[in-house]
């Protein structure tokens, strides 16, 4: 993919039209704050909340969980969580941290996640991402990594049996887009 190049986003705009009609919903962004991704959902009548864990996440920290995705109970209406769980050096924090995601979210909320579909161990670019209105998404490169393992759609699948429903996107750039409602 080319530094900063724009791609179509079917999952963003599934996410959207979740959100559609509402008014005040909480939506946690967990990529690099971007005044482009807070004025577009505050344009849209709701509150972001932003939390970068890509240095916690490449560190490996021990405390990872302890220390981040620390809101209450179903606070949470939307999750941005971009390629979040790819990132997650220890394939042991994938579960924990999803099941975080089921108590920080309310019935019915919207997350978002982008998976690599590249062989194992092979060297994946981490992104920053910047939405538009329109659907697309710009990618900003953040570094590259060794991808630890790949999800399928059954890996995918049994990480989020505890949510109500998932919806697959698959792209021609190595990215498959999932959108899970709760």
Request: glycine share 8%; aromatic share 8%.
């Amino acid at each position: 993919m080319i530094e900063g190049a724009k791609r179509r986003s079917n999952g963003l705009r599934e996410f959207f039209a979740h959100l559609e009609g509402q008014q005040g919903l909480r939506v946690l962004d967990v990529g690099v704050p971007s005044q482009a991704n807070v004025n577009l959902i505050t344009g849209l009548g709701h509150r972001i909340y932003t939390e970068d864990l890509f240095d916690d996440l490449r560190a490996g920290s021990p405390d990872l969980l302890e220390r981040n995705l620390n809101y209450p109970a179903a606070l949470l209406d939307g999750v941005l969580g971009w390629d979040m769980l790819d990132l997650l050096p220890d394939p042991e924090l994938v579960q924990p941290t999803v099941e975080r995601l089921a108590q920080v979210t309310r019935t019915g909320a919207a997350l978002l996640f982008m998976f690599h579909t590249a062989d194992p161990g092979a060297n994946v670019m981490a992104f920053r991402t910047v939405m538009s209105a329109t659907g697309e998404l710009t990618l900003h490169g953040r570094g590259t990594y060794p991808l630890k393992r790949p999800f399928n759609n059954r890996n995918i699948e049994n990480m989020f049996r505890s949510f109500r429903s998932l919806k697959f996107f698959l792209a021609q750039d190595q990215l498959r887009e999932v959108l899970v409602i709760r």
